[in-house]
């Protein structure tokens, strides 16, 4: 009866809201285009031109880009390090001295690696959980939760660490906890349905969605299910998966991988705030990014579009930006790289383009090398020590300074591939290259 409620109810919302409907690098420009703004009618549009094509520009003498404050970490205990999912502007020191350590698995790991208490945190494809000392420089403890049916599949693992325990949600529809210093399984449910989102815990209660966006409240403690939450469903399966983040006041945001944005009231009285779709009615699959909060604002990106909503909401600028990267956030600019390689800033309360420059005319004129021809796609954007850091897919570190006007101060070619996210703690970046080593840089 609770389902059909919320069925019911969802419809009703939908029915009634107002919905804003191995290529060579460093090649040409795309166009800006206006979109509409639905949301609110009364918000002045900040582009005028339809075809707004993006050129070089520099930044005028009247105009700075101002950064947050230089923060660190201690810990690293969730997916993008914060509830926010906002890493900000690092404090690190790219000296480039890198200590190798051992390797921690036979097998590929996934992505999501996390640090606490000087321990890193890994699963593999084949179902490992491990414990990497970073101290002793060795794997401390490791545990196989699946069958031998399931040896053979290969397991997506997501993780985040909870006072002292390890919580796991997989591809198989697993839910479950490890105490590893214990070395005890506190609980473990099978939903049957594969989970695709990252993690986030309020209050003791852990929230996820499944690949069907089905959002699920479980009881941390013991691993009960507290509720369930119905979303529109995909109309397809694509690489992207779900993403929450979490606002001020503890709404819960849900970005599906139907394109559609919700802001949730769960704890409470368990409702709908408001939703905002950006899939358009003429897609099929949505490729969007993980959602970043700053303060009162939120950023929603895809390989469309690039967008900034108010706490409301509303939608305050939309541009169309192609780029298969998750922009910054952080004082008053939104930075990005396009998918042809333009650097942009973005005036983060207007949605002008204030800075874009090809990243082959930044290098060229800096460095004689003909790096354009060897750096690939970029994959890693970070904001550190207030300079940009941009890491192409086959590991070129490229070093850009914000504070003068915006010129490349060191290329580094590294002898590995990163396969893992990266994490920075302490004035040192952390991440698993492609031989399942880890690094430890500065």
């Not at 690092?90 to 000087?118: A, D, H, P, Q």
Request: with cysteine; proline share 1%; charged share 25%.
């Amino acid at each position: 009866m609770k389902k059909i409620i919320y069925l019911i109810f969802l419809a009703f919302l939908i029915n009634n809201c107002s919905f804003d409907n191995k290529t060579g690098i460093w090649t040409g420009s795309k166009n800006i285009l206006k979109k509409k703004d639905t949301s609110d009618q009364n918000i002045e549009l900040i582009f005028k031109k339809e075809n707004e094509i993006l050129k070089d520009k520099n930044l005028t003498l009247n105009q700075n880009i101002k950064l947050g404050r230089l923060i660190t970490f201690k810990n690293w205990t969730q997916s993008y390090q914060n509830k926010f999912n906002n890493i900000g502007n690092v404090l690190f020191f790219n000296e480039g001295n890198y200590k190798k350590l051992s390797k921690i698995s036979n097998s590929k790991i996934n992505k999501s690696i996390l640090v606490n208490n000087n321990n890193l945190f890994f699963s593999d494809f084949n179902g490992n959980i491990g414990v990497f000392s970073l101290t002793d420089n060795k794997v401390i403890y490791k545990f196989n939760f699946y069958k031998k049916k399931f040896k053979k599949t290969k397991k997506i693992i997501k993780l985040i660490i909870n006072k002292g325990s390890i919580v796991a949600a997989d591809n198989l529809g697993y839910v479950y906890s490890i105490n590893f210093k214990k070395n005890k399984l506190n609980w473990a449910k099978n939903y049957l349905v594969p989970f695709r989102s990252n993690l986030k815990i309020i209050d003791e209660i852990l929230y996820l969605s499944d690949e069907k966006n089905k959002i699920i409240l479980i009881d941390i403690k013991n691993g009960g299910k507290i509720d369930e939450f119905y979303t529109q469903p995909p109309e397809a399966v694509s690489k992207f998966e779900s993403n929450f983040a979490i606002d001020n006041y503890n709404n819960l945001l849900f970005l599906s991988t139907n394109g559609t944005l919700y802001s949730l009231n769960l704890r409470n009285q368990k409702s709908i705030n408001w939703i905002q779709n950006f899939k358009s009615e003429s897609e099929i699959i949505f490729r969007g990014r993980p959602l970043t909060i700053y303060n009162d604002k939120i950023i929603v990106s895809s390989d469309k579009n690039i967008s900034m909503l108010g706490e409301n909401g509303k939608k305050i600028w939309d541009l169309n930006i192609k780029s298969n990267i998750s922009p910054i956030i952080s004082g008053n600019s939104v930075i990005t790289v396009n998918e042809d390689n333009y650097l942009l800033v973005i005036d983060k309360e207007t949605g002008i383009v204030v800075f874009s420059k090809n990243l082959h005319s930044l290098i060229e004129n800096e460095f004689k090398k003909n790096f354009q021809k060897k750096i690939r796609i970029i994959e890693h954007i970070h904001l550190v020590n207030n300079k940009l850091l941009l890491i192409s897919n086959n590991s070129y570190f490229i070093e850009i300074d914000l504070k003068s006007n915006l010129k490349v101060s060191s290329i580094k070619k590294n002898p590995f591939d990163i396969s893992s996210n990266i994490i920075f703690l302490d004035n040192e970046m952390i991440f698993v290259n492609d031989s399942k080593k880890v690094y430890r840089v500065n």
